[in-house]
C-alpha cells in the first residue's frame, strides 16, 4: 500500500491509528479492531467493503461508519482507545509518524493514555478544526460542515481553526467549537461542560475504568461515576438561565417603546435578541433597560420530581411572569404556549396541586384570571380557561370545573438569591394583627381589623403623639398600602414566620422612613 494515500478507515480504527501512531513506529499490523455493536461498515482504499471481526487488522486508508445504535472500538496495545459512537463516519491517513483521523459525520471518543514521543503527531481533523493530541481523554463531535467541537475529560489538546488559523488550548472540563458562518467568518468558543454534557457513549467507557474515571475527578472535578440528580442537573441548567437575565440585564441595549426613532428601537431590540437569543422577547421590549428587578420561583409544576423555573420582573411593586423553563434532561428549554401580556400586571402567580398553573393579571379592581395546565409532553402549556373575577382571584376564581384547587401562591425571590421550592401556602392575616416594632428603623406600626379588612396605624414622623392611618389591602401573599390615585401599590408588608418585612415602592417617599424588617411587640 503506497505511502501518502488518504484512505478511509473505520472509527474505531481511525482511533487505533491514532493512539498507534505513538507506539508502533508505523506499524499499521499493531492497529485492531477489538469489537463491534450493531452495524459497522468497513472499507479499505481501494473502498473494498471488509467484513468486521473481532482483532481485525486494521491499516491507513481504511474508513468504517456505524449505524443507528451501532458501535466499534479499536485497541492498541491495550493502553490506547477509540470508539465511535452511533451514525458516525470516520476515516485515518498515515504518513510515517504522523497521523490524521478524519471525522466526517458524528462523534469520535480518544483515551491517550501513553505521550506520543517527540516525533510523533496525532492530529484529529474535523471540517472545520484540527485537534492535536499529545497524551489525554476527550472526544470530537462534527454536527455539520459548518460546526464542530472537542471537549477534554483530562489532559490539554491544541485546536487550530480552518480558515482563519487561530489557535486555543483546551484543558480538562473544557469544549473548544469552531463555527464557520453563512459569510465564511470563522469563530471559536471555549466554555466549561458539565457531566450532563458527556454523552452515553463515552460516560460507557468511563464507567467501566474507575481509574481513569479517579484521574478526570482530580482534573477537572467532573464526576461521571457519581453524576448529579435530575434536580441537580435542573438546577444548573435554571442558574444558566438566571446568569443570561442578569447579563442583559447589565448589558442590554435601551429599547424604548415610546421612542420617535423607530430605526433606532428596532434595530436595538434585534440585537438584544441576537445577544441573547433564549430569553423572553417581552422582557427586552419593556424592562431590560430600565433596571426593574428580576425574580424567580421553583415549583414542580407536573410532579414529576423536578421543578420548573419560573422568571418574573418586578413593575410598581408587583410581580410580571416572564417566561416559564422545564429541564429536558440536557438543557433548560422555554414552555410553550404562554405568552406574556405586558398591557396587564400580574398579581398573582399561582399554582394548584395537580399541574394547574395560574397567571392572574390585573388592572384597576378586575383581573384576567388564565388557567394553564401542563401538557403531556412537559413542554407546552395548555390554556384552559380565560376569566374576569373581582381582585384577590387566588381566593375566589373556582377551579373544580378543572380538576384542582388553589393550594398556594409561588415563593419569589430576587434573583441572586436563593429561592425555595414550592409554594407559600395561604397566609392568616389574623395572625399578624399587633404592634410591631423595627431595629433598623426604629419606628412602630401597629395592624388592626377594620370592617373584613385592615388598616396601618403608624406615629407621624416628628410628633409620636399623633398617628396615621392607611387601609391596607390584601393581595400578592402580603398586606399592600394602595395609592388612590393610581391604584398601585406604595408600601408592602410581606409576612414572614411571624415577623414583617416592611418595603417601600417609591411610589410615595413621605413613607419610605417605615422600610425595614419589623418583629412583634
Not at 90 to 115: A, H, M, W, Y
Not at 174 to 189: H, K, L, P, Q, Y
Not at 289 to 318: C, K, M
Request: with cysteine; proline share 4%.
Amino acid at each position: 500500500m503506497k505511502k501518502g494515500k488518504l484512505m478511509f478507515v473505520p472509527v474505531f480504527l481511525l482511533a487505533a491509528v491514532l493512539l498507534c501512531a505513538g507506539c508502533s513506529r508505523g506499524k499499521a499490523t499493531t492497529m485492531q479492531l477489538m469489537k463491534t455493536e450493531g452495524s459497522v461498515g468497513i472499507t479499505d482504499a481501494e473502498k473494498k467493503s471488509i467484513e468486521p471481526k473481532e482483532s481485525l487488522m486494521l491499516y491507513s486508508g481504511y474508513s468504517m461508519e456505524t449505524e443507528e445504535a451501532s458501535y466499534a472500538w479499536i485497541n492498541l496495545d491495550s493502553v490506547k482507545l477509540t470508539k465511535m459512537d452511533e451514525d458516525s463516519r470516520v476515516g485515518i491517513q498515515k504518513d510515517g509518524e504522523k497521523l490524521e483521523v478524519q471525522v466526517d459525520r458524528g462523534k469520535l471518543f480518544f483515551n491517550v493514555t501513553e505521550p506520543l514521543k517527540e516525533e510523533e503527531t496525532l492530529d484529529i481533523h474535523t471540517s472545520t478544526m484540527a485537534v492535536g493530541i499529545r497524551g489525554t481523554c476527550g472526544w470530537v463531535n462534527t454536527e455539520d460542515k459548518t460546526h464542530a467541537q472537542v471537549s477534554v475529560l483530562e489532559g490539554t489538546v491544541t485546536v487550530t481553526a480552518f480558515g482563519s488559523g487561530e489557535t486555543v488550548k483546551v484543558s480538562d472540563g473544557e469544549t473548544a467549537e469552531v463555527v464557520v458562518s453563512e459569510d465564511g467568518e470563522v469563530t471559536i468558543r471555549v466554555t466549561k461542560f458539565k457531566e450532563r454534557s458527556i454523552p452515553r457513549f463515552v460516560l460507557d467507557e468511563l464507567e467501566q475504568d474507575e481509574e481513569l474515571a479517579g484521574t478526570i475527578l482530580d482534573a477537572s472535578g467532573l464526576d461521571v461515576l457519581n453524576p448529579p440528580t435530575e434536580e441537580e442537573l435542573a438546577r444548573e441548567a435554571y442558574e444558566e438561565i438566571l446568569e443570561e437575565y442578569l447579563d442583559a440585564q447589565q448589558n442590554a441595549l435601551p429599547y424604548d417603546e415610546y421612542s420617535e426613532n423607530w430605526e433606532e428601537m428596532r434595530g436595538n431590540l434585534e440585537t438584544n435578541l441576537a445577544n441573547y437569543p433564549d430569553l423572553c422577547t417581552t422582557y427586552f421590549n419593556y424592562y431590560a433597560s430600565g433596571n426593574y428587578p428580576l425574580y424567580h420561583a421553583y415549583y414542580d409544576l407536573d410532579q414529576n420530581g423536578t421543578d420548573e423555573l419560573f422568571i418574573g420582573v418586578e413593575w410598581y411593586g408587583r410581580t410580571i411572569l416572564l417566561d416559564v423553563y422545564a429541564f429536558d434532561g440536557e438543557k433548560a428549554v422555554s414552555i410553550s404556549g404562554y405568552e406574556p401580556d405586558p398591557e396587564f400586571e400580574v398579581e398573582h402567580s399561582t399554582v394548584t396541586g395537580d399541574g394547574l398553573f395560574i397567571d392572574a393579571r390585573g388592572n384597576g379592581g378586575m383581573t384576567s384570571g388564565i388557567v394553564y395546565r401542563l401538557g403531556p409532553d412537559g413542554f407546552t402549556l395548555e390554556r384552559v380557561t380565560d376569566e374576569n373575577v373581582p381582585q384577590g382571584i387566588y381566593n375566589q376564581l373556582d377551579l373544580s370545573d378543572h380538576g384542582g384547587e388553589i393550594t398556594g401562591l409561588l415563593q419569589w425571590a430576587e434573583m441572586g438569591t436563593e429561592s425555595p421550592s414550592g409554594t407559600e401556602e395561604n397566609i392568616n392575616y389574623d395572625d399578624y394583627v399587633g404592634d410591631f416594632s423595627s431595629s433598623q428603623s426604629g419606628t412602630s406600626l401597629g395592624i388592626q381589623p377594620n370592617g373584613g379588612g385592615y388598616v396601618l396605624s403608624v406615629p407621624r414622623p416628628g410628633d409620636p403623639t399623633h398617628s396615621d392611618t392607611y387601609d391596607l389591602e390584601v393581595k400578592d401573599g402580603a398586606f399592600q398600602v394602595v395609592s388612590w390615585q393610581t391604584g398601585r401599590p406604595v408600601l408592602i408588608l410581606t409576612p414572614q414566620e411571624g415577623e414583617l418585612l416592611v418595603e417601600s415602592t417609591g411610589e410615595d417617599e413621605y413613607l419610605d422612613y417605615l422600610s425595614g424588617r419589623y418583629s412583634p411587640r
